[in-house]
T-cell receptor, first 116, second 113 residues
């Protein structure tokens, strides 16, 4: 089955700096890679996702890059703000095909702290 | 649009009791997933259901755990004879069809004393 490794486990940055979180996956059939933000006491919130037919996707201060050959993908947050502080999870799945669906394999999470 | 609704938010059970966790998917969503999150860990898939059908329960322990998603009403995750190791946050997610993205609820935090 799929295995997803996420690094770093904790990340501390100053407000305004950039933050990068990296994930590697093992199953070359995986084709959908979401990123979730989880705040204390809440459920994971989808912040951005990418499919394997593209290499990069941006949404304002957030971007995700995908390297299918190396089987890794990264989350980039620019101009970080204190409200970006949360736990971030990457995930992967194979969402194509008759027997495939949204069964996500998650990374272990990164605790991001943005200092004012 | 209401999101995925889970209740209760917190549930305390003594060892040996039963726990029932409920999940109402987003409006228009007929596909439900249950995930478990142990302290300081990522989420682990448990079960995937469509209305009246269990599609994949490969992540669910073989004993004491069961799930259903009836034609009417919420999806239910049932844990019989709870043990301390069942203490965790249980999250439900829904999608409108077989494919992602998945939208998560705020979870039920189960504590077994």
């Amino acid at each position: 089955g799929e295995n997803v490794e996420q690094h770093p486990s904790t990340l501390s940055v100053q407000e305004g700096d950039s933050a990068v979180i990296k994930c590697t996956y093992s199953d070359s059939a995986s084709n959908y890679f979401p990123w979730y933000k989880q705040e204390l006491g809440k459920g994971p919130q989808l912040i951005i996702d990418i499919r394997s037919n593209v290499g990069e996707k941006k949404d304002q201060r957030i971007a995700v890059t995908l390297n299918k050959t190396a089987k890794h993908f990264s989350l980039h947050i620019t101009e970080t703000q204190p409200e970006d502080s949360a736990v971030y999870f990457c995930a992967a799945t194979n969402s194509a095909g008759g027997t495939s669906y949204g069964k996500l394999t998650f990374g272990q999470g990164t605790i991001l702290t943005v200092h004012p | 649009n209401a999101g995925v609704m889970q209740n209760p938010r917190h549930l305390v059970r003594r060892r040996g009791q039963e726990a029932r966790l409920r999940c109402s998917p987003m409006k228009g969503h007929s596909h439900v997933y249950w995930y478990r999150q142990l302290p300081e860990e990522g989420l682990k898939f448990m079960v995937y259901l469509q209305k009246e059908n269990i599609i994949d329960e490969s992540g669910m322990p073989k004993e004491r755990f069961s799930a259903e998603f009836p034609k009417e009403g919420p999806s239910i995750l049932r844990i019989q004879q709870v043990v301390r190791g069942d203490s965790a946050a249980y999250f439900c997610a829904s999608s409108p069809n077989r494919a992602p993205p998945l939208h998560f609820g705020n979870g039920t935090r189960l504590t077994v004393t």
